[in-house]
């Protein structure tokens, strides 16, 4: 995501209407239909959300993202499915995981496999997948990123990657309150209700990413966006788990 030109929070005023608060306000930032979408923090920042490139192919950062991606892939919050089209015509096993309906069902519209479930709930393949994608700002799911990457590693296999799209240094870590705000060509403006989010950069997610038992061997840029490739920790050789050291705490009985 990218900030807006102005002030924070700032939108345009309705050309026509007033504000309605709806509860479909990331559907309608899912709609092909012409219009303006930002998320609105609780700190006064403000994000304009890329809907024109969601439903477009992948750009060259995204392509990249792919290009890292060998094996079966989960594409977190896949909105309207582009990298999980991608990842398929790639050759691999991809499948979108969002909360919202309309995703799911723009998704499986372009040809591809999702999935309309909350990614804290049961979800196939745990422990399997190569990969776990978090892109387009979706680390801030649930508001809580060490939360949200500590089930990512619940996802992968133990030598798997979980991708994160990340903000320039110097953002850092932020946790709060946003809603949806969108305003349609006829000048309507409307408003989802509020919901937690965070947003993570790429020097925080160092901190984080050790919190969730993770790390990260990589943060690379393509082109003005960041991303981060997170692993699990490797046991040093010959390491033996505590549980079945002689003399541990584990007993029976």
Excluded at 12 to 35: I, Y
Excluded at 39 to 51: A, K, M, Q
Excluded at 87 to 113: E, I, K, P, Y
Aim: with cysteine; net charge positive; proline share 8%.
């Amino acid at each position: 995501m990218t900030l807006g030109a102005r002030a924070a929070g700032e939108l345009p005023a309705p050309v026509a209407g007033g504000v309605a608060t709806r509860p479909d306000g990331f559907a309608a930032a899912l709609d092909r239909a012409r219009g303006r979408h930002w998320l609105l923090h609780s700190d006064g920042r403000r994000s304009s959300l890329p809907v024109g490139r969601w439903h477009g192919p992948p750009e060259p950062a995204s392509a990249v993202v792919v290009a890292r991606c060998a094996g079966p892939t989960l594409d977190v919050g896949c909105g309207p499915g582009r990298l999980t089209l991608a990842l398929t015509r790639a050759g691999h096993t991809a499948v979108g995981v969002d909360v919202s309906a309309q995703a799911v069902r723009l998704t499986r519209r372009r040809g591809a496999v999702a999935i309309h479930r909350d990614v804290f709930a049961r979800l196939p393949g745990e422990g399997h997948w190569a990969h776990v994608l978090l892109m387009d700002g979706n680390i801030g799911i649930g508001g809580d990123p060490v939360a949200l990457l500590g089930r990512c590693r619940e996802l992968i296999r133990p030598e798997g990657t979980v991708i994160v799209e990340l903000e320039p240094p110097g953002a850092g870590l932020w946790r709060g309150r946003s809603r949806l705000a969108s305003l349609s060509a006829d000048g309507e403006l409307r408003r989802s209700g509020t919901f937690s989010w965070a947003r993570l950069d790429a020097v925080a997610v160092h901190d984080v990413a050790a919190a969730a038992g993770m790390v990260v061997p990589e943060v690379f840029r393509a082109g003005r966006r960041w991303f981060g490739e997170l692993a699990v920790p490797v046991p040093p050789e010959g390491a033996v788990p505590r549980a079945c050291r002689r003399g541990g705490s584990a007993r029976s009985g």
